[in-house]
């Protein structure tokens, strides 16, 4: 009985070593696979946009984390309008921009190495005009509206938008001249900022304006005399709007974290499309700084929803158009290559399946 017990032990002895060789050598194995793993590259990005509408795709993406899993750690810059954002570009600031696709066009032609990605937003700019102002289109040819105005009231409409080069005055522009068929002194423009624009028609300051969501649907829903008299396609058929615009040195040091952020984008503007109530609320927390009422931010979204617009393959025929007009009107002085402007490798990587993208 000794002897079996003997070598019954020397027996469970060597299978209790054995066992433990077999977990420390799995326990081994397991740490130096985590010790191989690479890490998802993460980077800080400094991201200038514009608290306005047409950068929706952005508000949407930093509050459903998707930016942030892309691995862009965000240093946010605010601007009131696309000129300042294109000297913040040419001074070496901002590695991502929301901004116009007018300023994008002047700041590659200054010298920017920057690429759009993606499209935000077509057919974004209105003609908001007020009581004085609206009849003369409500009646008669619009056209002749603004000669009209001017004859019985002794002095010229005050039309109120962004600063020149800027994609609402561009529009404003081309309305003007190839749509309504009068010169641009038919009458006097005020350039300002989205904040003042929104200020002067609600003060009656100006007679009309030619610009963007929400302060349409704010001036709308405030002032009952409001009439929107030419919607964004009657003013420039498939006018490109804001976009995506990434530094070029940006792109080619961080490819995979560009692609996961046009990915976010897309998904992103599919939210806006739909409606999504946190993206409603994405939009809310941004646009006007959260003070407007989320109702009126609900309903500029509806009202944007078909101009939501993420492939940027569809814009660039109407931004080619456009840098021709601006360059005939002297708004644009270097001339800017339009296909170089553009990269779309990373939507149509996606083979994105998204609404907007049939032309």
């Known amino acids: 009985m000794y002897r079996l017990s003997s070598v019954a032990r020397v027996l469970s002895l060597l299978l209790f070593v054995s066992a433990v060789s077999m977990l420390g050598a799995c326990s081994s194995e397991s ?117 009209r105005f001017e004859k019985d009231n002794g002095r010229k409409a005050k039309i109120s938008t962004f600063p020149v080069g800027s994609v609402p005055q561009t529009v404003l522009a081309y309305w003007l001249d190839k749509q309504l068929g009068v010169e641009d002194d038919a009458i006097d423009v005020v350039y300002q900022g989205a904040s003042q624009v929104q200020q002067a028609l609600l003060t009656h300051a100006v007679d009309g304006a030619a610009i963007l969501e929400p302060v349409v649907s704010i001036v709308k829903n405030r002032l009952d005399e409001a009439r929107v008299v030419a919607h964004g396609e009657a003013m420039f058929p498939g006018q490109p709007g804001a976009v995506l615009a990434v530094r070029a040195e940006f792109i080619d040091a961080h490819p995979e974290i560009v692609q996961k952020l046009v990915a976010a984008h ?65 708004t644009l002085g270097a001339d800017t290559d339009i296909d170089a402007l553009f990269e779309t490798r990373f939507y149509d990587a996606l083979g994105s399946s998204e609404s907007d993208s049939q032309p």
């Not at 950068?55 to 862009?72: C, Q, R």
């Open 266 to 330: 897309v998904a992103a503007t599919e939210q806006l499309k739909a409606g999504d109530e946190a993206a409603i609320d994405a939009v809310h927390k941004y646009v006007g700084g959260g003070r407007l009422p989320r109702e009126v931010v609900a309903e500029a979204v509806a009202q944007s929803a078909d101009s939501f617009v993420a492939d940027p393959n569809r814009i660039i025929d109407g931004t080619r158009r456009m840098r021709d007009f601006q360059q005939a009107t002297g």
């Open 31 to 147: 740490n130096d696979t985590n010790d191989n793993a690479q890490p998802a590259e993460r980077v800080q990005a400094e991201i200038g946009y514009m608290p306005i509408l047409p950068d929706a795709p952005l508000f949407v993406g930093l509050e459903n984390g998707d930016i942030a899993e892309a691995g862009i750690d965000t240093k946010l810059v605010s601007f009131q309008n696309g000129p300042a954002m294109v000297q913040a570009l040419l001074g070496g600031q901002l590695d991502i921009a929301y901004f116009g696709i007018g300023p994008t066009m002047v700041a590659r032609g200054k010298g920017a190495d920057i690429k759009v990605v993606a499209s935000n937003i077509i057919e974004q700019i209105s003609f908001v005009a007020l009581g004085n102002l609206a009849p003369y289109f409500e009646n008669g040819d619009p056209a002749t509206a603004f000669a």
